[in-house]
C-alpha cells in the first residue's frame, strides 16, 4: 500500500516568514512528486512539481527533494496571507500517467 | 482554455437515490481520474482511465458506484442507491501522456445523501 504522510496542521507562520511543510512517502521507487494547494472550497492546484534529488525554486516557492529520506519539502517564502490554505502532496510510482497518491494535507494559516 | 468541467457542482439527494456525477475532462487529454475527497480519508482515486478504457477501479467502494467513459469528452460516476456515508466531493481530474504526471482537478462535485 503506498502512502504519503503530512502532518495535518495547522501550521501558523506570522506574514513574512518562511512556512515549511513536510512530506514522506512510503514507496521506494516513486518517482515524481508534486505540491498542490488547495484553498476551502476549491479543487486542488499545482503549485510544484520535483523528480530529481535537491531543490528547485518557482518564485516564492522552493520544493526539496530527497529519495534517500523519501522525503518531500515546500518551502514558502515571505508568507502572505493569501497562502493560507491546505497543501497537498502527492506522488507516483512510475514514469508514464499512473494516478497520483495524496497526502491528507497540512493546514497553513499566515497570521498577519 | 476550458478546464475539467464537473457537474452538477452540488447535489443534495436522498439515501437510496441514484446519482450521476459528471465530466468533461481537457481536450487533448488522454487520461482521467475520479477522485473522492473527505474529511477523514483525503482524496482517494476511485477509478481511472486511459483512451477511454477503465484501467484501475480497485478504489470503487462497492458494487454500489460504476463508472463509464463512453467517448474521450465524457465520464460518468454513478452512484446506485446512494448512502449518507456517500456524501464527499467528488473530483474528476485528467492529464496526458508527456505531462509528467502532472493532472488538472475540475471544480469538483459536492455530493449530500440525507
Known amino acids: 500500500q503506498k502512502e504519503v504522510e503530512q502532518n495535518s496542521g495547522p501550521l501558523s507562520v506570522p506574514e513574512g516568514a518562511i512556512a515549511s511543510l513536510n512530506c514522506t512517502y512510503s514507496?521506494?521507487?516513486?518517482?515524481?512528486f508534486f505540491w498542490y494547494r488547495q484553498y476551502s472550497g476549491k479543487s486542488p492546484e499545482l503549485i510544484m512539481s520535483?523528480?530529481?534529488?535537491g531543490d528547485k525554486e518557482d518564485g516564492r516557492f522552493t520544493a526539496q527533494l530527497n529519495k534517500a529520506s523519501q522525503y518531500v519539502s515546500l518551502l514558502i517564502r515571505d508568507s502572505q496571507p493569501s497562502d493560507s490554505a491546505t497543501y497537498l502532496c502527492?506522488?507516483?510510482?512510475?514514469?508514464?500517467?499512473?494516478?497520483?497518491?495524496f497526502g491528507k494535507g497540512t493546514r497553513l494559516s499566515v497570521i498577519a | 482554455d476550458a478546464g475539467v468541467i464537473q457537474s452538477p457542482r452540488h447535489e443534495v439527494t436522498e439515501m437510496g437515490q441514484e446519482v450521476t456525477l459528471r465530466c468533461k475532462p481537457i481536450?487533448?487529454?488522454?487520461?482521467l481520474f475520479w477522485y473522492r475527497q473527505t474529511m477523514m480519508r483525503g482524496l482517494e482515486l476511485l477509478i481511472y482511465f486511459n483512451n477511454n478504457v477503465p484501467i484501475d477501479d480497485s478504489g470503487m467502494p462497492e458494487d454500489r458506484f460504476s463508472a463509464k467513459m463512453p467517448n474521450a469528452s465524457f465520464s460518468t460516476l454513478k452512484i446506485q442507491p446512494s448512502e449518507p456515508r456517500d456524501s464527499a466531493v467528488y473530483f474528476c481530474a485528467s492529464s496526458f501522456m508527456g505531462s509528467g504526471n502532472t493532472i488538472y482537478f475540475g471544480e469538483g462535485s459536492w455530493l449530500t445523501v440525507v
Open positions: 502527492a506522488v507516483n510510482s512510475h514514469s508514464g500517467n499512473t494516478p497520483l497518491v
Open positions: 520535483i523528480y530529481s534529488n
Open positions: 514507496d521506494r521507487v516513486s518517482q515524481s
Open positions: 481536450s487533448g487529454h488522454d487520461y
